[in-house]
């Protein structure tokens, strides 16, 4: 597991109490109930808080926000554009 992996699995966990055993890389967060449209945003704040990173509205779909494989995919990639 990656220090991006890590960090956001941490966020997920402690902040909407999903359980980090059953935390898969694909499970759907929205759909498992993990977050709701109001998390999304959540996790968004984070990212660009903690990442450095921009989200903008157009990325917040959920191929990029719905699982943690996708968050880490997204972020090592908009860091790699960053840089």
């Keep these: 597991m990656n220090s991006v992996e890590q960090q956001i699995r941490c966020f997920i966990c402690e902040n909407f109490f999903a359980d980090d055993a059953t935390l898969t890389g694909e499970v759907s967060l929205t759909r498992s109930g993990i977050i709701d449209s109001t ?4 996790i968004i704040l984070f990212l660009e808080t903690k990442f450095g990173i921009s989200v903008p509205d157009q990325d917040a779909v959920p191929e990029n926000l719905d699982s943690l494989n996708n968050l880490v995919r997204y ?3 908009a860091q790699r554009k960053a840089s």
Aim: overall charge negative; cysteine-free.
């Design 75 to 77: 972020v090592t990639a």
């Design 39 to 42: 998390g999304v945003m959540e």
